[in-house]
């Protein structure tokens, strides 16, 4: 039998992709209607917000291990976070965890070193851009990394909790993630990482003018990849 998947959601939009493409990416692997069994816990992410803003990293660290108690008592055999922001916890979420977790930057990191890139764009909210949590996955791969500007880091930053994390998809936003995507291609960057879960909802990896690395299923991947290892 496939392992047990348990999903620590942080946002609603970004738990509902990663969700919705563990199912998906079981019916290639397992068959008609089949996927890994997942139990998701929600704890509203005001909670999260209150504690990230006030930079409580400890605090967050809390909710998220609440929240991995809480799946592993229902079964769940390991644990993904679909919130990229919220691994800057991690350092204090995993040894007391009941149960492992995948890292959604280190599975991001796996990713751009397989397709062969060298500097890779980092787009989320301020909080992970300005952080640790894609530096300390990429650079023992040897994978460099760059970030916007202090101005486009607002913009983005404003554009993910005022629009994107509450189901507010506008063309303004997209041309905005473009253009900034276009701005780390002209600075020597040959792919970005969406690294906030609901990024991937607007941006269009057809048309993003650099390849584009979606830390949500990546990670979805990655976990039913793990639920069914031998």
């Not at 348990?6 to 209607?33: D, K, N, Q």
């Not at 069994?37 to 209150?50: G, Q, W, Y």
Request: glycine share 8%; charged share 25%.
């Amino acid at each position: 039998m496939a392992r047990h998947i348990g999903v620590v959601a942080c946002s609603a939009e970004g738990a509902a992709l990663c969700y919705r493409t563990i199912a998906l990416e079981g019916l290639s692997a397992m068959g008609e209607h089949d996927h890994p069994e997942v139990t998701l816990n929600s704890i509203p992410m005001a909670r999260h917000m209150d504690r990230i803003r006030r930079g409580d990293w400890d605090g967050v660290a809390d909710l998220l291990l609440d929240s991995a108690r809480k799946v592993a008592a229902a079964g769940a055999d390991f644990a993904i976070c679909p919130d990229n922001t919220v691994h800057q916890a991690f350092g204090r979420l995993i040894p007391r965890s009941p149960i492992p977790f995948l890292h959604i930057a280190r599975v991001v990191g796996e990713e751009a070193r397989r397709r062969g890139f060298a500097r890779v764009g980092i787009l989320g909210t301020k909080y992970l851009m300005e952080g640790s949590v894609y530096p300390e996955a990429l650079e023992p791969l040897g994978i460099r990394w760059e970030i916007p500007p202090a101005d486009a880091r607002a913009r983005i930053d404003r554009t993910i909790f005022e629009e994107l994390v509450n189901a507010v998809f506008t063309d303004d936003a997209r041309a905005m993630f473009s253009g900034e995507i276009g701005s780390l291609r002209d600075r020597g960057c040959d792919a970005v990482a969406l690294a906030c879960t609901e990024i991937p909802l607007i941006v269009d990896r057809e048309t993003a003018p650099l390849p584009t690395l979606d830390s949500t299923r990546l990670l979805a991947r990655a976990a039913v990849r793990r639920a069914l290892e031998p």
